[in-house]
């Protein structure tokens, strides 16, 4: 590889733009031994030629696989490499890359990136006034033999009723889960909505499904504030998009807030409590007043002292 796309490389990853007008091939399902081509485009104004492709494997960093221009041969980073994938780039907005003969050991998300710059010294001066963008990545999956594809079942758990009840609990809040299980492959993606509008804040997901036997299982946690969770009727609705091949279908399940203590009524409980004891306090404060005012009599006493000594 040429010491200018490594350097490119590098400063395409830290100058990448966090805004991606980027459209690529979202998922791809194959069986072991066929090809697995991919697309990217963009329409960003300015001379964005140069395309490249980066494979991303489970639990390791992006490595660089190839650079394109439009109608000259691809320049990879490692020669043998053009055994294994091919990449064209015919137009200016868009290109395709081709993994081939695809084995188990290819699964992994494959990403593309734009930059209008290729040479190290260009790259390094500019790249930060016109920034490279990334496409959100293809997944590849290599289908197992005779395995049927299969849609999640999806549950939403309500929260815990123990949840937020100790003194040291300051957050207020409710953990509602959501467990899609029993699907393959695992190519899956979980939105949540409250009352119909989707949230993000205090989503939490698994970084990736879990397999447990033959299917998989992922998990995903939404915490809310104790005043929604007890407003009863308030929709809480976890939706799993799964990718079958050839279409994104979702399968969702939702629950509904309870009527409940809020910090309101829970504040103006504490001060009726406080009020009842208030008033039993007085009560017991007359009694022992009434018995100051109204001694025992004295005579019984000495005739008791008497009869002691």
């Known amino acids: 590889m ?36 991919m697309s990217c485009s963009h329409q960003l104004h300015g001379a964005y030629y140069h395309m490249y492709w ?23 980073s490692d020669i043998r490499r053009q055994h294994k994938y091919s990449a064209n780039k015919t137009v200016y907005g868009s290109g395709t890359f081709t993994v081939k003969s695809v084995e ?89 909505r409250v009352d119909g509008r989707e949230v993000a804040g205090g989503v939490a997901t698994d970084t990736a499904a879990r397999r447990q036997g033959r299917y998989y299982d992922l998990a995903s946690s939404l915490r809310v504030p104790l005043t929604q969770w007890f407003t009863a009727g308030k929709n809480f609705s976890c939706t799993v998009s799964f990718y079958n091949g050839n279409e994104t279908v979702d399968r969702s399940d939702w629950v509904r807030g309870i009527e409940g203590m809020t910090a309101h009524t829970v504040k103006l409980s504490y001060a009726v409590l406080i009020a009842k004891n208030g008033v039993y306090g007085a009560f017991v404060a007359f009694l022992v007043r009434l018995a100051n005012l109204f001694p025992p009599q004295q005579q019984s006493q000495d005739v008791v002292v008497s009869l002691c000594s």
């Open 2 to 37: 040429s010491s200018s796309l490594v350097v490119c490389t590098v400063s395409l990853l830290c100058a990448a733009g966090s805004f991606t007008p980027m459209h690529q091939t979202p998922a791809l399902l194959v069986q072991a031994g066929q090809s697995a081509q």
């Open 54 to 76: 980066f494979q991303q494997f489970p639990g390791e960093s992006m490595e660089l696989i190839v650079h394109t221009l439009p109608f000259q041969p691809p320049e990879f």
């Open 104 to 192: 188990p050991s290819d699964v992994g998300v494959y990403l593309c990136a734009v930059s209008p710059h290729s040479e190290a010294d260009t790259c390094l001066a500019v790249s930060f006034f016109f920034p490279a963008y990334f496409g959100g990545g293809t997944k590849l999956t290599v289908l197992e033999s005779n395995r049927a594809i299969t849609p999640p079942r999806v549950k939403v758990l309500e929260p815990s009723a123990e949840e937020c009840q100790s003194r040291g609990d300051k957050k207020n809040r409710k953990t509602l889960v959501c467990v899609a299980s029993g699907f393959y492959p695992d190519v899956v993606s979980v939105s949540w």
